[in-house]
């Protein structure tokens, strides 16, 4: 079975995380979440991932957003870092998305952890075509909503 590991830089960062678990859950992926933060506990988060059998990481953090690279720095596998947004949005955002040539971390946006467990879903797919099914059909789903929206809205216009 394919499985994530989310880790949190605190629990402050579980509604982020809350966003992409039912999806995890949907798509059929195992996963496990963790509180560890790359600046407090730093041999947490290299025990965490060194012993993890995961194919994929999503790490949540805010402000400096250290964790993600952290993460990286233990791991050959896909690392997804999700910034939570806070007083300074970009600070975030920008030490997830500004890593050294060598340890890349794949962003979402901000608080998106929806997001975040749809891309791991998409790469666990690659060597799981029930994971791919399951995808396929939450996409086609929200492109229905989309038209569906769309409608309502022509109707609310009165085109």
Do not use: W
Not at 142 to 157: C, G, I, N, P, Y
């Amino acid at each position: 079975m394919q499985k994530v590991l989310v880790i949190m830089g605190s629990k402050s960062d579980l509604p982020v995380a809350e966003k992409g678990l039912p999806l995890l859950k949907r798509f059929g992926i195992e996963f496990e979440t963790a509180v560890a933060s790359a600046h407090r506990t730093p041999k947490r988060v290299e025990d965490l991932v060194k012993g993890s059998d995961a194919g994929v990481f999503i790490a949540i953090a805010g402000l400096s957003a250290a964790l993600p690279g952290a993460v990286a720095s233990f791991t050959c596998r896909p690392v997804i870092g999700v910034p939570v947004s806070g007083a300074v949005n970009l600070d975030a955002l920008l030490s997830v998305v500004q890593m050294p040539p060598g340890i890349p971390v794949a962003a979402v946006g901000l608080d998106r952890g929806d997001n975040a467990a749809v891309l791991a879903a998409e790469i666990l797919s690659l060597a799981d075509p029930e994971i791919g099914r399951r995808l396929a059909e939450y996409r086609k789903e929200q492109a229905l909503k989309v038209e569906a929206d769309s409608e309502q809205v022509r109707t609310d216009v009165g085109s």
